[in-house]
Nanobody
Framework: QVQLVESGGGLVQAGGSLRLSCAAS????????MGWFRQAPGKEREFVNA????????YYAESVKGRFTASRDNAKNTVYLQMNSLNAGDTAVYYC????????????????WGQGTQVTVSS
């Protein structure tokens, strides 16, 4: 089992920045990649970003490329999502997830999910 704890959400004005964190514990050796997904009210959960656990190779949704940056701290088993130039369209609950396999842009690849953290961007 892998446990995930997210932090860093909040309320920010359009154009501002936030950094999300996701700390993993438990069987972290089973993790192939970590991802961020988000879900806005009335919408389906969508892929935001993923990072391979071993190589730190990153993948981004087109909607966040150039604005969001993912990173990883091996010693802390933690991944970060730096979000810049936020706009109202980024308002959602953001979920961290851990996958034991590839296909990191698809929610079905992930076996473990965090509780979610709210990000609200005011215009």
């Amino acid at each position: 089992q892998v446990q995930l704890v997210e932090s860093g959400g909040g309320l920010v004005q359009a154009g501002g920045s936030l950094r999300l964190s996701c700390a993993a514990s438990g069987r972290t050796s089973s993790i192939y990649g970590m991802g961020w997904f988000r879900q806005a009210p009335g919408k389906e959960r969508e892929f935001v970003n993923a990072i391979k656990w071993s190589s730190s190779t990153t993948y981004y949704a087109e909607s966040v490329k150039g604005r969001f940056t993912a990173s990883r701290d091996n010693a802390k088993n933690t991944v970060y999502l730096q979000m810049n130039s936020l706009n109202a369209g980024d308002t959602a609950v953001y979920y961290c997830a851990a996958a034991p396999r590839g296909g990191l842009s698809v929610a079905a690849a992930y076996d473990y999910w965090g509780q979610g953290t709210q990000v609200t961007v005011s215009s």
